[in-house]
């Protein structure tokens, strides 16, 4: 790291700069579970204080040294979750008044540990992605699929892979532990037809969409599939038409539309909570 006597030479531009890319540094570690130099920390603070820039990023930055000087100040500091949040406001602060706030692709996105596969409750849902276009609206499926159940993923053959760097940072490592396969409708819908009938369940397939039966007045059936449309084109209509239900997500917006990834959270949420 830059010595904080250099740090504070530099001109403002180029030291606000650097001191949201440190900030950004001890929030990642912080998220880790790493120590941090609580020094250095405690330093970075006041120099931001000190800086010319606005009242209220000066201020966060005396409430953070504040905290940080409430524990006993070290080279190897296990800092508490709170200073890790500080840390990112700040970052983002400090962006926001150089002209260059963060965008989703910037964040940094902790490390993941191997998740395991074991510890979900299946269950015989899947999903089918009909024609997706972004990777992180991909992944950010996958790590809703993972918190309700779900046990397959299908995609069509334009959806971006799962394994595309957007998708797997926004998964949160969920590519990994949920199966998934590139395929077209038809066979997907077989697929899904054919477990749940050598296993003895009723199956339907749920084509979410607007203009639909709502959600809440949907009796899901122990298996399915629930097939996510385009984001700006939404379900085909061959799509629909394989589909046995439309359902709609009851909305009270001017703008009446969701992403795509919220709702199919919504959508799989739902199905999860009807279980016997």
Known sequence: MIALRKLEGLPTKGRLKKCAELMRAFEEQIHLGLKVDSFYLSGLCRIIDQSDTHEYLRQQ???????????????????????????????????????????????????TRTLDPHARHIRPVSLYLENLRSPFNV????????????????????????????????????????????????????????????????????????GGTPIKEVEFSPSGLLILGNEEWGVSESALEAADVRVSIPMGGAKASLNVGVAAGIAMQRWYETEA
């Open 139 to 210: 992944g950010s499926i996958f790590r809703s699929a993972d918190a309700f159940g779900i046990s397959h993923i299908y995609l069509s053959p334009a959806t971006p892979a799962p394994d595309q760097p957007r998708a797997v940072r926004s998964a949160m490592g969920t590519t990994e532990i949920i199966p998934w396969s590139v395929c077209a409708l038809e066979d997907a819908v077989e697929a899904v037809h054919a477990a749940a009938m050598s296993e003895g369940r009723k199956c339907t397939v749920i084509a979410l969409e607007t």
């Open 61 to 111: 930055a005396g409430k953070l040294e504040q905290e940080v000087r409430k524990e006993k100040l070290s080279l190897a500091w296990a800092a508490p979750a709170v200073c890790g949040r500080s840390c990112g406001v700040l970052a983002a602060l400090l962006l926001e008044e150089l002209g260059t706030p963060l965008a989703e692709w910037d964040l940094r996105v902790p490390e």
